[in-house]
C-alpha cells in the first residue's frame, strides 16, 4: 500500500522559512516522479512543484519559483521542500504526490503551514 | 501558461445525469491530457478520471470524460446521481513545464 506522510509544517512569520517532509512507503520510490500540490483553507488545489525520480529534473509553479527548492534522497524515500521568502498567501495544507507523467496518482494527507506574524 | 475554468458550482437530483465543464484558456484541449480529482471533505482527492475518459479500477461507469475541440473544454459526467456523489470535482492538465488544475467545481445532490 502506498504510504505519503508529509512533516514540517507550522507557523512562521511572513519572510521566514520551512523546511518540509515526505516520507514515502510502499513503492519503488525512485522510480516515480514526486510532486507538491497545496491547498489554501476553503480554496481549490494548487500545483507547486514537481521533480523526477532521479532528481536531476525539477518544476516549479511561477508563484514560488525563486523562493521555493524541491529535492528527494531516494536513500531515505523522502521527498522535501525548502521554502524561503515566506508569504501569507503561501498559507495552505501542503501535500506531497507520487506523479506519473503528468498526473497525480496517490495523495499524502497534507500538512498545514501558516504564514503570519 | 493557460487556465482550466469551470463552474463554481452544480446542483442536480439523485438519479439525474451532470456535466461539469472545464476550458482551456490557450491553447488546445486535445493536446495535453486531462484529469478529473474528486475531493470529499476531509478527504485528499482521489482521481476519478485520467487521460480524459479512462476511469481508474474501482471507479463505476456512472463517470465519464470527453474533450471537444470545438470548445476547446473536457467535461466530466455523472449519470444515476448518488448523495455519496457531492464533492468538489476538479480538471487537471499540463503544458511543457506545468501542472494546471482547474478552480473546482461542488457538487451538491439534493
Known amino acids: 500500500e502506498v504510504q505519503l506522510v508529509e512533516s514540517g509544517g507550522g507557523l512562521v512569520q511572513p519572510g521566514g522559512s520551512l523546511r518540509l517532509s515526505c516520507a514515502a512507503s510502499?513503492?519503488?520510490?525512485?522510480?516515480?516522479?514526486m510532486s507538491w500540490v497545496r491547498q489554501a483553507p476553503g480554496k481549490g488545489l494548487e500545483w507547486v512543484s514537481a521533480?523526477?525520480?532521479?532528481?536531476?529534473?525539477?518544476y516549479y509553479a511561477d508563484s514560488v519559483k525563486g523562493r521555493f527548492t524541491v529535492s528527494r534522497d531516494n536513500s531515505k524515500n523522502t521527498l522535501y521542500l525548502q521554502m524561503n521568502s515566506l508569504r501569507a498567501e503561501d498559507t495552505a495544507v501542503y501535500s506531497c504526490a507520487k506523479t506519473i507523467p503528468n498526473r497525480i496518482i496517490n495523495w499524502g494527507q497534507g500538512t498545514l503551514v501558516t504564514v503570519s506574524s | 501558461n493557460f487556465m482550466l475554468t469551470q463552474p463554481h458550482s452544480v446542483s442536480e437530483s439523485p438519479g439525474k445525469t451532470v456535466t461539469i465543464s472545464c476550458t482551456r484558456s490557450s491553447g488546445s484541449i486535445a493536446s495535453n491530457y486531462v484529469q478529473w480529482y474528486q475531493q470529499r471533505p476531509g478527504s485528499s482527492p482521489t482521481t476519478v478520471i485520467y487521460e480524459d475518459n479512462q476511469r481508474p479500477s474501482g471507479v463505476p461507469d456512472r463517470f465519464s470524460g470527453s474533450i471537444d475541440s470545438s470548445s476547446n473544454s473536457a467535461s466530466l459526467s455523472i449519470s444515476g446521481l448518488k448523495t455519496e456523489d457531492e464533492a468538489d470535482y476538479y480538471c487537471?492538465?499540463?503544458?511543457?513545464?506545468?501542472?494546471?488544475f482547474g478552480g473546482g467545481t461542488k457538487l451538491t445532490v439534493l
Open positions: 487537471q492538465s499540463y503544458d511543457s513545464s506545468n501542472v494546471v
Open positions: 510502499g513503492f519503488t520510490f525512485s522510480s516515480y516522479a
Open positions: 521533480i523526477s525520480g532521479s532528481g536531476g529534473s525539477t
